[in-house]
């Protein structure tokens, strides 16, 4: 994979997602190479491309800090197209210097990520008067992880991730989203069991949107795996009330564990 650097004009733009002012993306491009990502479409980059190629923003923390000191306050969406905490992060430390401008301004933090790279900033989201982790999670298989999220942390280490985040007083909850379609009305009792284990208490649910070039894309993941393979066409493309059923079921579990179910679908 290609790391370019490069320089951004502006680091904040206007969200339109539920609870969120702003959206902030220090990188363009994702090594997690998810085979549903959605973010080709968003960012108009053929999907051929995707995968190969990210752009690290590497002043945005300048231009972030710049922009505080105009911008009315508002809750920023950290990041809401690309993983704040891919591989590279590590090494570069963009998302780490924005939250650092962000708790100096007194902006509202939330996370969306796939990465156990998070509890890293433990120290700063703590101090924050609003902040919230919010971790996806599409399955608890980690077979079907491996194949449709490569790059992306294990499920054991996201889920370890939010305890720790929880337990240190940070707020957090789940993107459970895309829910997988091999998933059953059988496995759900145990999927909610276990993210509340992990003190999540609030569940975001959202379906698999088939952008144009993405289920071409997953299949070309899948193919390896003949069972995912003939799962996903089979409730994916025959039975068209799967995603309904798995929907109410969801709700039905959360409400029966006090947990609050937004419903994305």
Same mark, same amino acid.
């Not at 004009?9 to 959605?38: D, E, I, V």
């Not at 708790?103 to 933090?109: G, I």
């Given at each position: 994979?290609?790391?370019? %650097?490069? *320089?951004?004009?502006?680091?904040?733009?206007?969200?339109?997602?539920? &609870? !969120? /002012?702003? @959206?902030?993306?220090?990188?363009?491009?994702?090594?997690?190479?998810?085979?549903?990502?959605?973010?080709?479409?968003?960012?108009?980059?053929?999907?051929?491309?995707?995968?190969?190629?990210?752009?690290?923003?590497?002043?945005?923390?300048?231009?972030?800090?710049?922009?505080?000191?105009?911008?009315?306050?508002?809750?920023?969406?950290? %990041?809401? *197209?690309?993983?704040?905490?891919?591989?590279?992060?590590?090494?570069? &430390? !963009? /998302?780490? @210097?924005?939250?650092?401008?962000?708790?100096?301004?007194?902006?509202?933090?939330?996370?969306?990520?796939?990465?156990?790279?998070?509890?890293?900033?433990?120290?700063?989201?703590?101090?924050?008067?609003?902040?919230?982790?919010?971790?996806?999670?599409?399955?608890?298989?980690?077979?079907?992880?491996?194949?449709?999220?490569?790059?992306? %942390?294990?499920?054991?280490?996201?889920?370890?991730?939010?305890?720790?985040?929880?337990?240190?007083?940070?707020?957090?909850?789940?993107?459970?989203?895309?829910?997988?379609?091999?998933?059953?009305?059988?496995?759900?009792?145990?999927?909610?069991?276990?993210?509340?284990?992990?003190?999540?208490?609030?569940?975001?649910?959202?379906?698999?949107?088939?952008?144009?070039?993405?289920?071409?894309?997953?299949?070309?993941?899948?193919?390896?795996?003949?069972?995912?393979?003939?799962?996903?066409?089979?409730?994916?493309?025959?039975?068209?009330?799967?995603?309904?059923?798995?929907?109410?079921?969801?709700?039905?579990?959360?409400?029966?564990?006090?947990?609050?179910?937004?419903?994305?679908?």
């Amino acid at each position: 994979m290609e790391i370019r %650097s490069c *320089v951004c004009k502006s680091a904040l733009s206007a969200s339109t997602l539920p &609870g !969120l /002012t702003y @959206s902030l993306n220090p990188y363009r491009g994702c090594q997690h190479r998810c085979a549903y990502c959605y973010a080709p479409s968003v960012l108009r980059i053929p999907r051929e491309q995707w995968g190969t190629t990210v752009e690290v923003k590497t002043n945005i923390s300048a231009v972030l800090a710049q922009e505080l000191r105009k911008k009315k306050p508002g809750v920023v969406g950290i %990041s809401t *197209v690309t993983d704040p905490y891919q591989p590279l992060e590590r090494t570069y &430390g !963009l /998302t780490r @210097s924005c939250l650092e401008q962000l708790l100096s301004s007194d902006f509202p933090a939330h996370i969306q990520t796939k990465s156990g790279l998070v509890t890293r900033d433990i120290d700063l989201l703590s101090q924050f008067k609003d902040a919230q982790v919010m971790m996806s999670i599409g399955t608890i298989d980690e077979n079907e992880r491996r194949l449709l999220e490569p790059g992306a %942390s294990s499920i054991p280490e996201r889920l370890a991730a939010l305890k720790k985040l929880g337990d240190a007083g940070v707020k957090i909850s789940v993107f459970f989203g895309p829910v997988y379609p091999t998933l059953t009305t059988e496995d759900i009792p145990h999927i909610l069991d276990v993210f509340q284990a992990s003190g999540v208490s609030e569940l975001w649910i959202d379906t698999l949107n088939l952008k144009p070039g993405i289920w071409e894309n997953i299949q070309k993941t899948v193919i390896q795996d003949p069972r995912v393979h003939q799962l996903l066409v089979k409730n994916i493309l025959e039975k068209k009330d799967h995603y309904r059923i798995l929907r109410d079921t969801i709700i039905k579990g959360g409400t029966e564990r006090c947990m609050r179910v937004i419903d994305a679908f």
